[in-house]
Structure formats: C-alpha cells, structure tokens
C-alpha cells in the first residue's frame, strides 16, 4: 500500500509539501507546479492521495468565482459540529485552493482510475489527537506513533503533508470517518 499526502498550495508560487508512504519508509519535501505534483504521482503510483485541499463546492455553487450564498458544503458544516476550526472555501485564498484541488483531482483520476483521491484536513486530525497544529516538536512526536521519522521536516507544509499521509494510511486501514454530504466528503482520523 503506497499513500501521498499533498498539502496542496493555492499557487504554483508557494510550496506544496507532499509525503509519500510505503514500505515502511516516508519521503517528504516541497514542490510548486502541478507539472511536479502529477510527476510524483506518475512515478509513485500510489493507491490513495490524500490532500489537503476543498475538491468539490457547496451544493447550489456552479463555481468558486462566482458570488453566491452557498459558503459551506455539508462537510464542512459536521467540522463546525465537531468544533474543528478551518478556512470557508469561498474565503479570498481559499478560492484558488479550492480550483486548483479540484483540477489536480480530475487529472489525477482521468490519469489511473484505481487511484482514490481523498480530502483531508491536517487540523483535523491535529484536533482528533489532541496535537497542537503549529507545534512542530508534538506533530514529529506523533508521527513517531507511525513509524514516520519527520525531524528532517523543514517546514511546516512538509508537516502537515506527513499529516495528510498518516490520514490516507488511516482511510486505508479503516480508521477513518467520512464527514460524507452531497456535496462532499472530508475524511478525518478515528481513535
């Protein structure tokens, strides 16, 4: 079983942090273009890809430009539920997450059907076992609890990448919840 976790940029000007797991090791790093991302997706071949961005809009929403009242999708209203705190799609940056998640979905599974592309959300799985989201020395001790040697982590899109890939290799196992609505799904850790 091989996971990639993307912790998907809104720009090609800023750094995707991407995490692929498999055989007992963890490769991370940075990347900016989509042209890369597919490349690691092509040469990795892996089963699911977990990212870290919106990939689909609240239902009554044609597209993300366009101004509307439709600000949250039925996922993102069990986060609310749950008290996970995250970004609304349609707030400014976000906007730009959410296209290019979405098209870098469409291409990967245009590119090989079998791959399972998921959304994820590192703050949520940070909330679900009570690590702090921007704390670098608990989110490497708990990627220990994985096998999952981040110390060589130099950012923090590195970190939440690894966060990503520990979701996917969850979802893989079953131990994963679907915050399943209509118009999208958000997998987040069970414990």
Known sequence: MKILGLDLAGSEKRNTGYCILGNKNAEFGVVRTEKKIIGIVKKEAPDVVAIDAPLSLPKGRRNIEKRSDNHFRECDRMLMERKIKFFPITL??????????????????????????????????????????????????????FGINARKAKTQDELDAIACAITGLLYARGNCEELKGKDGTIVIPKI
């Not at 979405?102 to 079998?114: A, G, N, S, T, Y």
């Not at 690590?131 to 608990?138: G, I, T």
């Open 92 to 145: 400014g940056p976000m906007r730009m997450l959410t296209k290019r998640g979405m098209e870098i979905k469409k291409k990967i599974e245009k590119m090989d059907k079998k791959i399972k592309v998921i959304e994820v959300f590192p703050g949520a799985a940070y909330d679900v076992f009570g690590v702090k989201r921007k704390d670098k020395k608990e989110i490497i001790g708990w990627a220990r609890r």
